[in-house]
């Protein structure tokens, strides 16, 4: 049920943005099996990066577009459990910020922390919190 | 904050999706505030007692009163 929108509503995607997300989402995993299990392609290492940002970015891409798409049922409610999600994300990325050099300190690996994965890990945190607080409602 | 929406809606034999829809929020939203799990803004706080005929205060009353 849509209610009427006002000025104060934060602004979102219209529905179908879900689908497109979740296309982009196939788009970004489907080459990667094919290329990288399947037919167990050798890159080399310009092609590869070319390859990886493509795969990173549209399954972000994907992940943001159905994020920040306006589910059918849209209201006070909704809004305030998107607003915990952002919350629960951003308080959560502090955390793995400052903690993942210590660990990969204290484990002797050399893992680099990238904007992508910190934007990659908020989506999914956010998505996460958001269907779990949704659930059961 | 504690409400009497359960009580209200009894008394009219309205179902939670037809409060919901009166005050123009989803079935879900009226159940999360009967279950006491969400506290709904004053504006739909208002349209509840408007449903109801009556002051918000006497549906929706805080812990400690």
Redesign the interface.
Known sequence: ?E??RNKKDIPLFPGYFKLIGSILILLAIVPAIIFISILDVTWSIPAKELFKTYTYDTFILGLFFIAWSRDK?E????F?IRLKSLVFAFFSIIFYVILTPLIDFLLQVNDDLTARSVVFIMLVEYLGMYYWQ?RG? | MKNTIKVERAKLNLTQQDLADKVGVSRQTINSIEAERYVPSTVLAIKISEVFKTTVNEIFKLEDE
């Open positions: 049920m209610r009427k049922v209201d006070e409610l909704t305030a949704k409602r």
